[in-house]
């Protein structure tokens, strides 16, 4: 059976692991270093990106989580997971703060709103219609959730959400750059850059496990690559 990490120091872990036992995948909980050895991939889930980064500060695991995403192991950041792992994060309230890295974003923290401002939205997720033609719609669940300002030429664009017409963004700050982007009205809320995947909306406070069924088939997708370009070595 497959196994999966889920960093556990904070967020949704828990809705994690019981979206991968539904699907007969054992999820993992990840709290120190050494345990990202046991495990091939790993859910950063959602929470509060803040405390996560501190806890992570605290447990010294932000140099391992570094290592396994430049390994090119498969890693799915899901909303804080998200912010977790992007390059850059703007709208923070006071100062930085720690950051994975590794997918090639600016994600704007709190950018729908805050708590009060949580919505659902149907999203049009054209990767996630089964051949047998099933639906490319999926709920997305969006809690103080981020979006994706700005992405480098190697991340492809999973799902865009459409902003809700709210003048609290219009007056901030941190976004009015983005003028032009927010006159389109819609932001990337969905990405994929090779092994990473990142999500602003929370896939696991949902009964669809499709999200959850994307990661696993882009993580073995990952691994047969990495033991074909094994054997082609061990070939030579
Ligand atoms: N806005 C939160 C943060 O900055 C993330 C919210 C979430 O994960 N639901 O960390």
Request: hydrophobic share 40%; charged share 20%.
């Amino acid at each position: 059976m497959a196994v999966v990490g889920v960093l556990a120091l904070q967020g949704s872990f828990n809705e994690h692991i019981a979206a991968l036992r539904r699907l007969g995948v054992k999820g993992v909980e990840i709290r120190k270093p050494e345990q990202l050895d046991s495990v091939a991939s790993l859910i950063i889930p959602g929470g509060e990106s803040t405390t996560m980064a501190k806890l992570a500060q605290y447990h010294n695991l932000f140099p391992a989580l570094r290592e396994f995403v430049t390994m090119g192991k498969p890693v799915w950041g899901t909303c804080a997971g998200l912010i977790f792992l992007a390059n850059k994060a703007t709208g923070q309230k006071r100062g930085g703060q720690d950051l994975v890295g590794g997918l090639d974003c600016t994600v704007n923290r709190n950018f729908f709103g805050s708590q009060i401002q949580s919505f659902e939205a149907e999203l049009s997720v054209p990767e996630l219609a089964s051949k047998e033609g099933g639906p490319e719609t999926f709920r997305g669940v969006f809690i103080r959730a981020p979006a994706i300002l700005e992405v480098g030429p190697e991340v492809q664009v999973l799902a865009e959400c459409p902003v809700p017409s709210n003048k609290v963004l219009a007056s901030r700050a941190d976004v009015e750059d983005q003028e032009e982007k927010l006159s389109e009205k819609k932001v990337i809320v969905a990405v994929r850059q090779g092994n990473l995947l990142g999500t602003a909306f929370h896939p696991e406070l949902t009964a669809d496990t499709r999200w959850h069924s994307y990661f696993l088939k882009m993580s073995s997708g990952v691994a047969e690559g990495a033991s074909s370009s094994i054997v082609a070595v061990g070939g030579e």
